[in-house]
């Protein structure tokens, strides 16, 4: 077996309802937001048409995963109540698993009862910002699901995440955080997980910048790493941007995040996240 078989052999694929999920290249992670008031997208898809024209648009430009969600996690978004998610979430999951049967959709909510609803609907990854912390049986149900896991940070919750967020070492503190994170979830015998230091999700400015510098500090756990920074204000800020001008500043901080070895990019441009991929495939393989 050479060096590169035995890399492979480690953590390079993820077991999506029996399809494997190849990561010996970064993968891109396509945002499809059913909310109403998303910070970039909220109110684009609503109707089925708009659903699957979206979908169909960025499986076509390379997408290896689509993100669903129903619930805006943007600063001071207001609360949407259970039924509401699952309302707005299932159905689109249902309607983009019918037609387009070989995707695999990735369910982002923090309610384990609608993670498990969304696993029934066609549903092959759940994306949870809390990391298990709004919804105690987060865990155990996603270990009854036998579905891959991203495990993300936040301090606090998104009406109010960011109020003065204080770390004494956020690159400390969060690996901390994954590292009781991880053993409890291997306890119940979770294997794929994947981790999103949550950019933008309880930390200032400097705060986000220190965690993409040291974003490969992270591959110590053995798990593959998602960048999820796709036109956000730790581009804005800098740039003077809004989100609708912030692709370019989205590129360069993808291409970034890669050369750190983040291996999924969620972005809501897949065209430019799948290039920026293969260009840098060029220097690291």
Do not use: W
Request: aromatic letters at 8%; proline letters at 3%.
């Amino acid at each position: 077996m050479s060096a590169k078989d035995t890399h492979f052999s480690n953590k390079t694929t993820l077991n999506c309802n029996g399809q494997l999920l190849f990561l010996d290249e970064p993968l891109v992670m396509g945002i499809l937001n059913v909310t109403l008031d998303s910070f970039f997208d909220g109110g684009k898809h609503q109707t089925e048409q708009q659903i699957l024209q979206h979908t169909e648009n960025m499986l076509n430009e390379g997408a290896d995963i689509i993100d669903i969600g129903a619930y805006s996690t943007r600063p001071n978004a207001d609360e949407v109540s259970e039924e509401e998610e699952r309302k707005r979430l299932i159905s689109a999951i249902k309607t983009v698993h019918k037609h387009f049967p070989g995707a695999i959709i990735s369910a982002d909510t923090f309610r384990s009862q609608i993670a498990k609803e969304a696993i029934e609907s066609g549903a092959a990854i759940i994306n949870d910002i809390s990391g298990g912390q709004f919804d105690d049986k987060m865990f155990e149900t996603v270990a009854q699901l036998h579905v891959p896991y991203v495990l993300m940070h936040i301090k606090g919750k998104p009406q109010t995440m960011q109020q003065n967020p204080i770390y004494e070492d956020v690159v400390k503190e969060i690996s901390m955080y994954f590292a009781e994170k991880i053993n409890q979830l291997r306890l119940l015998g979770i294997n794929d997980i994947i981790l999103d230091v949550g950019f933008g999700f309880g930390k200032t400015l400097e705060h986000n910048y220190e965690l993409m510098n040291k974003l490969n500090h992270f591959k110590i756990f053995g798990l593959p790493l998602l960048a999820g920074i796709s036109r956000k204000s730790m581009i804005n800020k800098i740039l003077g941007t809004i989100p609708e001008t912030a692709l370019n500043g989205t590129t360069v901080l993808n291409t970034f995040a890669l050369l750190k070895e983040a291996k999924i990019l969620r972005v809501h441009n897949v065209k430019q996240a799948v290039e920026t991929v293969k260009l840098i495939s060029q220097f690291t393989n």
